[in-house]
């Protein structure tokens, strides 16, 4: 289906007829005030060319009415407008919380056979995982010193997936885990839903360490508890990884850090679930088990796509325009070729 924006634009059509119509014609009439030689052959020149011009003015000024024509056409804003698409709308809205602090940089995980640090395994295990959430509200928490909501809850999974990528450690500071900060400020976003839907509110946290500043996570459980948020906890990082010192190689604990008691706690006062991740295999398939939660069912949302065709009719009119300034270039560079070979011909006869 074909509509216009702004229809009235079409209301201009008339303009260039009523400005025609109102202006008079200037008087061109003047008094002889030099004697050329040559006048009457200049004279019937000048006559010709008027001649000339009359006889193309009318094929002109109908090009120019199209231009015009066109150019209130791209103006009027059109639009082609596709059939209605109905996107499924669950009625979840979902927050992830990621731990971006320095601990976070440890190289202790594998992907396709490489060694990455936590924070690039986890952006590639919850890339498929963000764009499986079709009709589910996303938002994105990033903590470490400080929490910060990244992006608010949105139906824009590309938005969502474009600020993980971009996120990167020093960028909420490196040196603490701010946990209880990130539920509190996932309680802050999601405390505004409607009372009937309170069963879809579901924060997913994910850190590799444990809280040691700002308020405490339990208490900020309470908190998501009061209003019916869910909280699924992750615990991210390996058991065991073979580091190289001055005393040869050493099997080393990276996950020494990881607070387990206080994560379960968190999560199964509010209903939620604790889960372990040493890799990323475990850690996909944790966000697998996330990705079947039952969905609240709501009305659906209608799409209908559509697509800006302006450029067209604005183009037709632009290409009209410099057919006409070429017409005219034309017409006036045979005038002073013809001038040119009169005065000529008089000095010849000198």
Not at 54 to 78: D, E, R, Y
Not at 172 to 195: E, H, Q, Y
Not at 282 to 294: C, P, V
């Amino acid at each position: 289906m074909y509509s216009f924006d702004w229809p009235w634009m079409f209301l201009l059509l008339p303009l260039p007829a009523i400005i025609y119509g109102l202006s008079r014609p200037v008087d061109i009439s003047q008094k002889k005030a030099l004697r050329v030689p040559f006048y009457e052959q200049l004279h019937n020149l000048t006559k010709q060319s008027s001649a000339q011009k009359l006889h193309s003015f009318s094929p002109l000024l109908i090009l120019a009415f199209l231009a015009w024509i066109f150019l209130i056409t791209a103006s009027a804003q059109p639009k082609w407008s596709g059939e209605a698409i109905e996107i499924p709308v669950s009625g979840r809205d979902l927050m992830l919380a990621v731990d971006i602090s320095g601990s976070m940089e440890t190289a202790d995980m594998f992907f396709a056979q490489d060694a990455v640090n936590r924070l690039t395994a986890v952006k590639s295990v919850l890339q498929p995982f963000i764009r499986q959430r079709e009709g589910d509200r996303m938002g994105l928490i990033l903590f470490a010193d400080h929490a910060y909501l990244q992006t608010p809850l949105t139906f824009d999974r590309k938005t969502i997936e474009k600020m993980l990528n971009e996120s990167f450690i020093g960028m909420a500071g490196s040196k603490a885990t701010a946990i209880g900060d990130a539920i509190g400020l996932a309680v802050k976003r999601l405390k505004d839903l409607p009372a009937d839907q309170s069963d879809s509110r579901v924060l997913i946290l994910l850190t590799d360490g444990s809280n040691n500043t700002g308020i405490d996570p339990v208490t900020a459980a309470k908190l998501a508890k009061q209003i019916g948020i869910k909280i699924y906890a992750i615990g991210f990082g390996a058991d065991e990884m073979i580091v190289r010192s001055f005393f040869g190689r050493q099997r080393v604990n990276p996950s020494r850090d990881l607070d387990e008691k206080t994560l379960k706690q968190v999560a199964e006062s509010t209903g939620g679930q604790y889960f372990r991740a040493r890799d990323t295999e475990e850690l996909q398939k944790i966000y697998q088990m996330l990705d079947e939660l039952e969905p609240v069912e709501s009305d659906n949302l209608t799409y209908r796509p559509s697509k800006s065709l302006f450029y067209w009719p604005l183009s037709i009119a632009l290409l009209i325009n410099i057919f006409i300034l070429l017409a005219q270039l034309s017409l006036f560079n045979s005038f002073f070729h013809a001038l040119s070979h009169s005065l000529l011909q008089r000095r010849s006869k000198f």
